[in-house]
């Protein structure tokens, strides 16, 4: 890994502690009135969730930005030129680091043995990124998912300051959300394996070598099973609501109301 790599993953990792120390609480006492009134240990998880949105956002409208205009990443993606990637992924790796020391500092509050494994098993396939260059096409494709993550941060956001399940906000966010997820992370599967089927046994493939070969392969796999298994229990429950909606408009008496989607999603896209 060169220096300007090394010099990103310190930055990216200060600024994130930053914003989650300093900027985000003075940014939410302004701007939401029922921050003020949350228990302490709800400060510390909205302020994370906070900084998750703000990371999604710089990552994956550069994600963006790559796919659509980097012609060297789109020509060859196993060996093509990684520079913006590497940038890319270098800020994503900060911000990894940044939530792993996080979740042991509030362990107790907020720690989760699979969250850790995910960032974990993120940082070791983006290594290979970084100090090898190799996949570029591939880190950046992933990197995509992350525009659904502001929209399950805001879910949270609604319910954690109270607002009704079947209020015009938080119904258009659940719709929004379920709309972004499969847009960024379902409906582009059969695109990137599509990809991923015409690279295998290329030359290119070959001189991955097999450390790389594997950890794109399976981490590949393991997200997308996920991911399809969080879209079945958003969907579900976007329905729920939706139908309690309209029971409601009907003058029928609603259901109980589910949330939107399961806690591990709530917790674990990032």
């Given at each position: 890994m060169e220096m300007r790599e090394w010099s990103v993953v310190a930055g990216s990792f200060a600024g994130f502690q930053l914003l989650f120390s300093i900027v985000c609480p003075l940014l939410s006492r302004a701007l939401a009135p029922g921050y003020s009134r949350l228990a302490p240990g709800k400060h510390t998880e909205w302020n994370s969730r906070l900084v998750s949105t703000i990371h999604a956002l710089?990552?994956?409208?550069?994600?963006?930005?790559?796919?659509?205009?980097?012609?060297a990443?789109?020509?060859?993606?196993?060996?093509?030129?990684?520079?913006?990637?590497?940038?890319?992924?270098?800020?994503?790796?900060?911000?990894?680091?940044?939530?792993?020391?996080?979740?042991?500092?509030?362990?107790?509050s907020m720690g989760d043995s699979f969250f850790v494994c995910h960032h974990l098993a993120a940082l070791y396939a983006y290594g290979y990124v970084l100090s090898r260059g190799v996949l570029p096409y591939f880190a950046n494709f992933r990197l995509i998912s992350e525009l659904s993550t502001p929209f399950v941060n805001q879910r949270w956001f609604f319910e954690v300051l109270s607002y009704p399940r079947s209020g015009n906000l938080v119904v258009a966010n659940g719709v929004a959300m379920t709309v972004a997820f499969f847009l960024v992370r379902i409906a582009v599967i059969p695109s990137y394996y599509s990809k991923v089927v015409a690279t295998v046994g290329t030359p290119a493939f070959t001189r991955l070598g097999l450390g790389p070969q594997v950890a794109w392969i399976l981490s590949s796999v393991c997200l997308d099973v996920l991911n399809s298994i969080w879209m079945y229990k958003i969907g579900r429950g976007l329905y729920k609501v939706l139908a309690n909606v309209v029971r409601k408009g009907e003058g029928g008496r609603p259901e109980k109301q589910n949330h939107l989607s399961c806690s591990h999603v709530n917790n674990h896209l990032d």
């Open positions: 710089i990552v994956g409208l550069f994600c963006l930005y790559i796919l659509w205009f980097d012609d990443v789109n020509a060859d993606p196993v060996w093509g030129d990684p520079r913006l990637v590497k940038l890319n992924v270098a800020i994503t790796c900060g911000y990894l680091l940044y939530d792993l020391l996080l979740l042991a500092c509030n362990w107790s």
